[in-house]
């Protein structure tokens, strides 16, 4: 996003990939910049992300259209979603496509829950990593392209398979 506000700013890339069966299908991901009018943000700074990679990417209405096929009947997977939700709700409002609304798991949610029974179990005094990339150090995962859409998708996806697996999860249903 080129900021944090979803009243204001706009996405401006996108990652998925999908997770069945405990594994990440990385050859199923979809990933594009999404083009549109405005000032770039603070958001493409810190992504990393060169103007013109904006300008020549395909319009907000094409990239919704193509997760929205990717989201019907599955579950949306997502770190630290109270960021990320409102400004796909905003896309889909913006071109004109119902919000399909998908079970939702947040791997920031499930840290804190595993954090939780972790304490019941360990009683030790811990704060919970609110970043991706420090939540993935808590469980031994390796360092990712942080603030890049695919890598973030990819790296969102491990740290599930590796939560599911400590929460005793058989699904991603089981999860939501």
Not at 20 to 41: C, K, Q, T
Not at 116 to 127: G, I, W
Not at 136 to 155: K, N, Q, T, V
Request: net charge neutral.
């Amino acid at each position: 996003m080129t900021g944090l506000d979803p009243t204001r700013d706009r996405i401006v890339a996108v990652g998925m990939v999908p997770v069945r069966e405990r594994a990440v299908h990385v050859g199923e991901r979809f990933s594009s910049m999404v083009g549109g009018d405005g000032p770039p943000g603070t958001g493409v700074t810190v992504h990393h992300l060169l103007p013109a990679q904006l300008v020549d990417a395909p319009p907000l209405t094409d990239v919704i259209a193509e997760i929205d096929g990717r989201l019907r009947g599955a579950v949306l997977v997502l770190h630290a979603g109270s960021v990320d939700l409102p400004f796909l709700r905003r896309a889909y409002r913006e071109t004109g496509r119902p919000w399909p609304d998908p079970p939702v798991v947040d791997t920031l949610a499930l840290l804190r829950r595993h954090e939780r029974h972790r304490l019941v179990h360990e009683p030790v005094e811990t704060a919970v990593p609110a970043s991706l990339s420090a939540a993935r150090a808590r469980f031994g995962l390796p360092a990712h392209d942080s603030h890049e859409a695919l890598s973030d998708a990819i790296a969102t996806a491990e740290l599930l398979l590796v939560l599911a697996q400590r929460l005793g999860a058989r699904t991603l249903r089981d999860l939501v």
